[in-house]
């Protein structure tokens, strides 16, 4: 959605809230968040009772996007921002609020798409995994077992995503779960030559490995593509100037999120689906 679509969206305060409506409600279709009942009915301005289970709430209840208080024109244009790349302290000067609550309303963004790769489906097909460290530049040992970085694990299906996830070590038995995780049975899993991906081949996976001190490709046999990815997220990370330990694996989300999506022209219309669809923790 381009900057002249949003403004007929931003005209007005109740112009932009319609719009997170059409996403709230689909099919104009009221459900209760708490018992997912249908028999909803308004009671009071902006407010709604389910009949089933008596539960009194709000259009955006139990929503990211609820759990801001912000104005919805505010909201709007803060999403628009968020999805040019902006940092939150120019994003706090174009919408007109202070750094805190635009930093704020960022992780909110980013928390809304963490809680929506709960549900992504399996990879398929022929997959690539690896592992990368981050970090700041450092002294001493670089790549596996360099002090004081960040490990991650990652899994790209060749002609499709990338699911990407911070992991406390690189042992088989954690790189072996989180694909079992994320990948479907009878998939071709292709790897460096790093020993602990060596079980892979018992656990229903076709496993074919490259030895990077040979050679980075045999034939079908490499992961380039993951090893884009990894070049992808790190050019992007060094323009927030350090990332917190804490908030890394949200960052880290956004830019699996932004890679997945990075075809896609509609990438506020998902941004808004997601801060819209209600989530159990925030009942």
């Not at 694996?249 to 022209?265: A, C, I, S, T, V």
Request: proline content about 2%; charged content about 30%; hydrophobic content about 40%.
């Amino acid at each position: 959605m381009d900057l002249v679509a949003i403004q007929k969206f931003v005209i007005t305060e109740e112009k932009s809230r319609r719009f997170f409506l059409k996403f709230r409600w689909k099919n104009y279709r009221k459900i209760c968040p708490r018992c997912h009942g249908r028999n909803v009915v308004n009671v009071r301005r902006k407010r709604l009772l389910c009949l089933g289970c008596r539960y009194e709430f709000g259009h955006f209840t139990g929503t990211y996007l609820g759990s801001l208080r912000i104005g919805f024109r505010k909201w709007l244009l803060l999403i628009k921002v968020f999805e040019l790349e902006a940092s939150a302290r120019k994003a706090a000067r174009e919408v007109g609020i202070s750094y805190p609550t635009a930093l704020k309303g960022f992780h909110t963004i980013r928390r809304a798409i963490l809680a929506q790769d709960k549900d992504s489906h399996l990879l398929k097909g022929e997959v690539e995994a690896d592992e990368a460290y981050f970090g700041g530049r450092r002294k001493g040992k670089r790549g596996r077992g360099a002090a004081g970085k960040v490990p991650v694990f990652g899994i790209l299906e060749r002609a499709g995503k990338v699911t990407v996830e911070v992991v406390p070590d690189v042992r088989a038995e954690t790189l072996l779960e989180l694909t079992v995780k994320k990948v479907r049975r009878g998939s071709i899993v292709y790897t460096d030559k790093f020993k602990g991906y060596d079980s892979l081949m018992f656990c229903g996976f076709r496993h074919l490995k490259v030895d990077h001190g040979k050679r980075f490709a045999r034939g079908k046999v490499y992961i380039n593509g993951l090893e884009g990815f990894w070049s992808y997220a790190k050019e992007r990370l060094i323009k927030f100037h350090g990332v917190s330990k804490q908030n890394f694996p949200l960052y880290l989300k956004e830019l699996e999120f932004r890679y997945n999506h990075r075809k896609d022209e509609n990438i506020i219309q998902t941004i808004v689906n997601y801060l819209t669809t209600p989530v159990a923790d925030l009942l």
